[in-house]
């Protein structure tokens, strides 16, 4: 029994996981050229962008000796497949303004940009899923209309906006939570992490509301209620896991979005994270850490979809058996 199931995952393994990965492979190769490239062939100097930052640019004689030491002097070719070369070893460049390791200044900001995509995900959901649910089982009465007007204007409500009035009430009026979001523990994302929540929470309630009606008014549902079966069985048998299926595209996208980093609520709550970090580099020119920003956010759009598309499998057992 073991021999049979063991090969069935294997060969599933290599039907649907290394298809996949070899995709991913492609995908980042072709993401790093297309941004290598654009970033040639963007106006500027570089080099001269490095030190106009600080105010002072040196003769030309020195930027020419610099632009020779960085690679820049060389065809693009050259200068693109000397650099995919170096990022198979690990290398990722070093930043031009800053002076370390692309991919350490790129991993210090990880972890902080991991935890306030999960924070504003699960904040999200807390106040969505209830929201949709709620305007699905009532629909067309006061309720539903209610949630329906909250989720239209919290969909409205831009994010910079949505964490100005937060910042200036709860932070300065109330004195709640901090207002520089550095070095104050879990308090420090509470802010960020509920801006990103807000318009989020409106876009999804509205999905919940659509799909939760649409499993309301299926036939299996009629079935199971004419059988006699309670409507609470229904609702957390069958109704809440089928509804909730179609949102995992949707949290995937979410997700991808947010581990890219959040700049405007960043920069406003100073949350240092990928965003701000991008901002950052794209402001001064600063092309490895641009490079390296770019990888990142095609890296892990890859993983989520790839993170989504098996877990259909798993949670739909009509896509298990048409495997």
């Known amino acids: 029994m073991i021999g049979p199931l063991f090969f069935r995952s294997g060969a599933m393994a290599r039907t649907h996981i290394l298809p996949k990965l070899l995709q991913i492979l492609v995908v980042l190769v072709g993401v790093s050229f297309l941004s290598f490239l654009l970033i040639y062939l963007a106006p500027g100097d570089p080099v001269r962008s490095m030190f106009t930052v600080s105010g002072h640019i040196p003769p030309e004689e020195t930027l020419s000796e610099i632009r020779a030491e960085l690679g820049l002097d060389r065809p693009f070719l050259v200068h693109y497949f000397s650099w995919l070369k170096n990022c198979l070893r690990g290398d990722f460049?070093?930043?031009?303004?800053?002076?370390?390791?692309?991919?350490?200044?790129?991993?210090?900001?990880?972890?902080?940009?991991?935890?306030?995509?999960?924070?504003?995900?699960?904040?999200?959901?807390?106040?969505?899923?209830?929201?949709?649910?709620?305007?699905?089982?009532?629909?067309?009465?006061?309720?539903?209309?209610?949630?329906?007007?909250?989720?239209?204007?919290?969909?409205?409500?831009?994010?910079?906006?949505?964490?100005?009035?937060?910042?200036y009430v709860v932070a300065l009026k109330l004195g709640w939570l901090p207002v520089v979001a550095t070095g104050m523990g879990f308090k420090k994302m509470i802010l960020p992490a509920f801006t990103l929540a807000w318009a989020m929470s409106g876009k999804y309630a509205r999905q919940v509301r659509a799909a939760a009606l649409e499993e309301l008014s299926g036939d299996y549902v009629s079935g199971a209620r004419a059988r006699g079966i309670p409507e609470s069985v229904i609702l957390w048998r069958h109704v809440v896991p089928n509804a909730s299926l179609p949102l995992l595209t949707l949290l995937g996208l979410s997700l991808g979005s947010l581990l890219g980093g959040t700049a405007v609520v960043e920069v406003i709550f100073s949350y240092p994270a990928l965003g701000s970090l991008a901002l950052s580099a794209i402001t001064s020119a600063d092309y490895p850490l641009i490079q390296g920003f770019v990888r990142w956010i095609a890296l892990i759009y890859m993983l989520v979809n790839l993170a989504?598309?098996?877990?259909?499998?798993?949670?739909?057992?009509?896509?298990r058996k048409g495997r």
């Open 93 to 167: 460049g070093r930043s031009y303004t800053r002076g370390q390791p692309v991919a350490k200044l790129l991993a210090a900001r990880v972890l902080p940009t991991v935890e306030l995509a999960l924070l504003s995900l699960a904040m999200m959901l807390v106040m969505a899923v209830p929201l949709g649910f709620a305007a699905a089982l009532n629909q067309n009465k006061p309720l539903d209309y209610l949630i329906r007007g909250l989720t239209f204007f919290g969909v409205s409500m831009p994010n910079f906006w949505v964490g100005l009035i937060l910042l």
């Open 308 to 319: 989504v598309d098996f877990s259909y499998g798993r949670l739909d057992p009509r896509l």
